[in-house]
């Protein structure tokens, strides 16, 4: 692995951790999970070694899609008040939180090229880790709401579908992993979510004025 590739792979860690960790932490604090103990932005608590870190920056070495999860929050659907309704709410709390996050790292990357000296060496540095973070969330926010079980788009779809179809579609849950997989490892998914994906980043850098 040459310099290039470990500076690329460190400007998308810290976009990374925080993206995965505080997209399952959203999905704890909509479904006030508190009697768990993992519902904080402490990235300590949600991070998987191998799915937060190595997994993300392994597909993100390889092009494509990034692709990883944390330790899952435990949702209880049976404290909630309507566990249909809000379960869409929990699920959908994961992807906005994402879409979030790219708001606040624009905010930064337009705050940072105002201030910053291009010709310095820690500035720049930064810029590339906001854009990167711009990047990944947008990412993370279109693979998450793909409908496909388990990812939050199914779960999304599921509580929108008659209680009937619900079920049927519930139980393609066990093939959703192996249908993701397939599809991170080819260009599939990429013909699928590219133009979107393309299409919201233009949105994003046409909305804060990047060049």
């Known amino acids: 692995m040459d310099s290039n590739m470990i500076i690329n792979a460190l400007v998308f860690v810290l976009p990374i951790i925080f ?13 006030t999970a508190y009697m768990f103990g993992r519902v904080t932005l402490n ?15 392994a597909t993100k070495l390889i092009g494509g899609f990034f692709f990883g999860w944390a330790k899952p929050v435990p949702v209880n659907f049976d404290n909630l008040r309507s566990p ?32 910053v000296e291009p010709s310095g060496l820690v500035g720049p540095f930064w810029i590339s880790i906001a854009e990167a ?6 990412m993370f926010a279109l693979l998450n709401l793909l409908p496909i079980l388990p ?37 599939v998914l990429s013909w699928v979510l590219g133009p979107l994906y393309v299409a ?8 804060f004025g990047f060049a």
């Open 19 to 31: 993206a995965i960790t505080l997209h399952e932490a959203a999905h704890g604090y909509v479904a």
């Open 43 to 57: 990235p300590v608590k949600h991070i998987d070694p191998i799915g937060t870190i190595l997994v993300p920056l």
């Open 84 to 115: 249909r309704w809000h379960g869409i709410l929990v699920a959908f709390a994961g992807p906005f939180s994402n879409i979030v996050q790219v708001f606040i790292w624009a905010i930064v990357a337009r705050v940072l090229l105002s201030t």
């Open 133 to 138: 973070g711009i990047e990944v969330n947008i």
């Open 151 to 187: 990812l939050d788009g199914g779960r999304i779809v599921a509580g929108l579908l008659p209680p009937k179809l619900s079920y049927a579609y519930s139980r393609t849950e066990r093939y959703g992993l192996v249908i993701l997989l397939l599809l991170v490892v080819t260009p």
């Open 200 to 207: 919201a980043m233009r949105g994003t850098y046409s909305l």
